[in-house]
RNA sequence: GGCGGUGUGGCCGAGUGGUUAGGCAGAGGCCUGCAAAGCCUUGCACAGCGGUUCGAAUCCGCUCGCCGCCUCCA
């Protein structure tokens, strides 16, 4: 029983069909024209978490992201750098990776990039065009929204009440101001291809719809992205499925944005926060811990004020793993902590069920009952591993020198010579290391606060 | 102007009729040589005003505030 918000029907549904073994996913990708900014990572890491959810539940995801590597930004942006959109893309894709890798992302299935399926783009465009729903002037080749049997359905708005004074100065070549273009001719200067109707470039609407279909299938189980694209990006791919008969996407699912003092986080008000340097501020798995612990379609204040907060919690949870060894899995608690998830990705409760583990966990260490604390971090462990933000799992290591200077000081204690017993305390912190004095002797743990913070295997 | 969302304690963030969400920060305590970590205790939180109800943050009405989409946007 797995259900999630369905924004075409806008409400909560099921997501999986009975005896339903695989999973077909298309998420919006990145148009790589710069930095990825904390917003994109939200999205990334709601639909990693989706994935990584229905996999563990058994099926097998085939998640499809496109990578939108020719567009207006993109040219713009080498013209002023003075050099290719090709240069300019691949530069921002490999940052694009490179960032998602850190926050333990896992790679898409496939990465079908704009450029590679421009083909197939002038073939669909044609067909819409064969069944008269389209139709070509002189910058390109238009939709024509009125041959859309209910065009609005995801955005859900009756387009005859659109006030028209606050659209851009609409093209008057167009039959109505709603036609978008899916053929944008260009002079044989700009970057482009050619096409029956002219040098050009694709719209991008007609560049997802294309690539969906050609790798998911007419008809798939979910199409995804972030709440700003629900118009008019997915409403135009929608459209145009529609006018060809195409069943397209079976489930409609869109994130909320990050924002910051309470606004959306985005290039034109200049309110972003850069994620990689984020993740190398706080680690991957805090950013990823502030990204889930809300829940996905609320939108999600964040600052380092907030990121700083997350990475504390975090430190709670990493604190417990290490007080002991751990032991079995309690079945049922992960059950619960799953079942949350099988919840429209209800995280917030999934962690306030972790949570819980982790302060009757450290009870159970406190008054030496070690069997019932190690089995807590094994439970804890298992949901960190479900939702992609387990640590890496190398050992605690505590070099040879390091248990020395802890005996040391263990006897300087003894000894009463607290002077040189901090001395000691000193030296070992600077290794990396805090350390507990408790009842049965000193303890060391990793100090995960002000150690580089370690990357993340992705494929736990 | 149209459509949609939202307003929860210092901060982040769940909750949709009656019991502690959770985390961070703060205060007091336990423990400790001192710490750290942990545990315990602690916060009359639900934008405002009316109404329904034995009882509302939760339902209804009105008012106010904020945000988003309508243009490339995750």
Redesign the pocket.
Known sequence: MTTLYDTMTGSVTQLINPGQEAFSLYV?G??VQDRPHL??G??MATYDLLRRHLRNKGLAVNLVMNVTDVDD?IISRAQAEATTYQAIAHHYEAIWWETMDRLGIERPDATPHATEWVQGMIEFIQELLDVGAAYVIDDGVYLRIASVPHYGLLT???FD???PG???EVNPLKESPLDFAIWKRTDSTEPGFDAPWGFGRPG?HTECVTMSIALLGRSFDLHG?????????HENELAQAQVLGVPFARHWAH?G???MN?????K??GNTLDLTDAITQFGGRAVRLAYL???YR????LSP??LN?TL??LD?ID??LDRGESGDVNTDTLATFIESLDNDL?T??A??IL??Q??EG??DF?RQHLKEGGDKIATVHAMLSWIGLAPSDDALVIPGEISDAVKAREQA?RDRD?TK??QL?MLIEASGF?????KDGTQLRRDRRNSPRASMNSDD
């Open positions: 919006c990145p148009t917003g994109h939200r999205i930004k859900k708005q009756d009440q659109l006030q606050n659209r851009v991008w992205g972030g709440m700003d694209l629900i118009f008019p990006h994130v944005f990050v924002e309470g606004e959306k986080m985005s034109s008000i612990r809300a829940y609320s939108p999600l204040e004020a907030v907060d504390a919690s709670r604190n417990f209800d917030p409760t962690f306030s949570f819980e982790v302060r450290n009870i406190d204690k607290y017993a901090d305390r805090v350390v507990s004095d408790t």
